[in-house]
């Protein structure tokens, strides 16, 4: 059969921290093949696929030599014969092949990889692009971009106790007025940081490194920058917090370092709902940790027409989890990273069941990124309605920006953007 995986390749490469990651490939007999690149985030829920890695002292234990002899061996010989144009049979033998519900035995990465390069050759096959392919055919519409402007928690050293600090255009019309929009204001924040004498550098995702004395500093610098860009905070551009509560949550309170201080569940949300209520905040994710279901819960409630709430670690991609914050009536956005569940077909289920619920769906890059810009696809694809890579900075940033300039030109008169359309069903778009 000339659609037949007649191999599975495995080569260590780098990503964007300089660390080892799992890139594959899958051959077919008649030639086509298709390649997938494992992402990596700094930042990760307690339930997401496991990274295999190494450990000891070489790449500061961060190799992958384990995770990609899993590919070369076992998944390589499992996926060997099979019909290479069918990619979730090839996620579902994936699944079976390791038998744990974290990839705990084969590696997320090396899973993630294969399961990418699963479906890129299938669309190769068909000879369309994977959006295409993903798209069969139904209407989709192009991205909202959520862009980093500040970086902050993980991505920077802890600096500041916020992960990021983003902007939205949701009025722009199209993804290149968007992308503009956001350049101007990523400029007008490098030189407010410059004037302030707190120009420091970038953090990982090609944010500006926050050197500012409180978390409040940080959000008032932002609508400082998007004032001195030309626009109009809270009419023409709005904030996007990740808060990554987890991050410093200790199981009884949340270690504000940069503030000197710790406070109670009650306390983390009437702090998320006063900035809530004095900032243009349009998104907020991970405002709680991810054990804390009844404050997630109260919080949604309180907020669900002033912003979207948006579930990252707190569902690390899962359908279930997914449908359990559906039913206590927690979040009403779930964030997608392919390499939180494994394969494409899992975090699918995982968008699949928040958008049934009405919610909005953001399919997400991670910190620890390359120059594939399969995730650019994904949003188009799978009408995700958001996008978020990172930064407008930094090269494996810009190549899905830039990925994603190039669909909306291909797709010409159909375009459709997103805009406000991609928020969830219970939001009220701001008079």
Same mark, same amino acid.
């Given at each position: ?8 390749? #495995? ?13 594959? !490939? ?9 390649r997938g690149i494992a992402p990596c985030g700094a930042s990760r829920g307690r339930f997401e696929a496991i990274d295999l890695r190494d450990g000891g002292g070489k790449f500061g234990g961060f190799g992958v030599t384990r995770a990609l002899g899993n590919v070369r061996g076992p998944i390589s010989v499992a996926l060997e014969g099979m019909d290479g144009r069918d990619p979730v049979a090839v996620?579902?033998? =994936?699944? !079976? ?26 669309? *190769?096959?068909?000879?369309?692009? @994977? ?40 009025? *722009? ?67 996007? =917090? &990740?808060?990554? #509560? ?12 940069? !503030? &000197? ?9 009437? @702090? ?21 279901? #009844? ?32 039913? %206590? ?30 919610? *909005? ?16 696809? @994904? ?34 008169? *159909? %375009? ?16």
């Open positions: 059969m000339r659609a037949a995986i007649s191999g599975v390749v #495995a080569r260590q490469i780098w990503d964007s921290r300089g660390r080892p990651t799992v890139e594959a !490939e899958i051959h077919l007999q008649n030639g086509v093949w298709g996620d579902r033998r =994936l699944e !079976e092949l390791d038998g744990t519900p974290q990839f705990g035995r084969l590696g997320g990465n090396a899973a993630v990889a294969v399961s990418l390069a699963a479906w890129q050759v299938a669309a *190769a096959y068909e000879g369309i692009a @994977l959006w295409r392919y993903l798209a069969q055919g139904r209407a989709v519409r192009l991205p909202l971009p959520e862009i980093q402007i500040f970086g902050g928690g993980a991505h920077a050293g802890r600096r500041i106790d916020i992960q990021d600090l983003m902007v939205m255009v949701p009025g *722009a019309g199209s993804v290149r007025a968007a992308l503009e929009t956001t350049a101007e204001i990523y400029r007008a924040a490098g030189r407010l940081m410059e004037d302030a004498g707190k120009l420091a550098g970038t953090a990982d995702e090609g944010g500006w490194w926050p050197l500012f004395g409180s978390n409040e500093e940080a959000l008032e610098m932002l609508v400082r920058a998007i004032e001195m860009a030309g626009f109009r905070p809270g009419e023409e551009v709005f904030i996007s =917090l &990740d808060i990554a #509560a987890s991050e410093f949550f200790d199981g009884k309170h949340y270690r504000l370092t940069l !503030e &000197d201080r710790d406070l109670d569940s009650g306390e983390m949300e009437a @702090l998320i709902e006063g900035w809530a209520r004095r900032f243009p905040i349009l998104s907020i994710e991970d405002p709680l940790a991810e054990e804390e279901m #009844a404050p997630m819960v109260r919080l949604s409630q309180r907020l669900c027409s002033r912003a979207q709430i948006v579930g990252d670690d707190f569902l690390v991609s899962d359908a279930a989890r997914v449908e359990k914050a559906v039913q %206590a009536g927690a979040l009403s956005a779930a964030l997608i990273k392919i390499n939180q569940a494994g394969t494409l077909s899992r975090a699918k289920r995982a968008l699949d069941v928040a958008k049934a619920a009405d919610w *909005a769906t953001i399919v997400s890059a991670r910190s620890g990124e390359t120059e594939d810009i399969a995730i650019t696809d @994904l949003a188009v694809g799978w009408d995700a309605g958001q996008l978020k890579v990172g930064s407008f900075a930094r090269g494996e940033r810009m190549a899905k920006w830039n990925a994603l300039l190039r669909l909306e030109e291909e797709m010409g008169d *159909a %375009a459709c953007f997103a805009g406000w359309s991609a928020f969830p069903k219970s939001f009220g778009k701001p008079q």
